[in-house]
Nanobody, 125 residues
Framework: QVQLVESGGGSVQAGGTLRLSCAAYGTRYEVGCMAWFRQAPWKDREGIAAIYFGGVSTYYTDSAKGRFTISQDYAKRTVNLQMNSLKIEDTAMYYC??????????????????WGQGTQVTVSS
């Protein structure tokens, strides 16, 4: 079992920055691919970025490219999402997710075994 705990959400003005963190607790081998998703009110869940934990491969959707950066601290079992140039449309609940897969090929489908409880990001004008 893996527990994911997100932190770092909050309120910021458009153009500002936030850094989200996700700490993974539990069985180490259950954490392979880690990813960030978000869901705004009345919208479907959307994948943002993914990283293979312990590897170098990172993946981004168009919503994140050029503005968001996913990174990891392997020793601390933490994955971070640095969000720059935030826009009002980035307002959403952000979720960390993980699965034990040896690649992130299924991340965008939401094939994740574990989910955090989410952290709210609110961007205002």
């Amino acid at each position: 079992q893996v527990q994911l705990v997100e932190s770092g959400g909050g309120s910021v003005q458009a153009g500002g920055t936030l850094r989200l963190s996700c700490a993974a607790y539990g069985t180490r081998y259950e954490v392979g691919c880690m990813a960030w998703f978000r869901q705004a009110p009345w919208k479907d869940r959307e994948g943002i970025a993914a990283i293979y934990f312990g590897g170098v491969s990172t993946y981004y959707t168009d919503s994140a490219k050029g503005r968001f950066t996913i990174s990891q601290d392997y020793a601390k079992r933490t994955v971070n999402l640095q969000m720059n140039s935030l826009k009002i449309e980035d307002t959403a609940m952000y979720y960390c997710a993980a699965n034990p897969a040896r690649s992130c090929s299924g991340w965008l489908r939401g094939d994740m075994n574990y989910w955090g409880q989410g952290t709210q990001v609110t961007v205002s004008s």
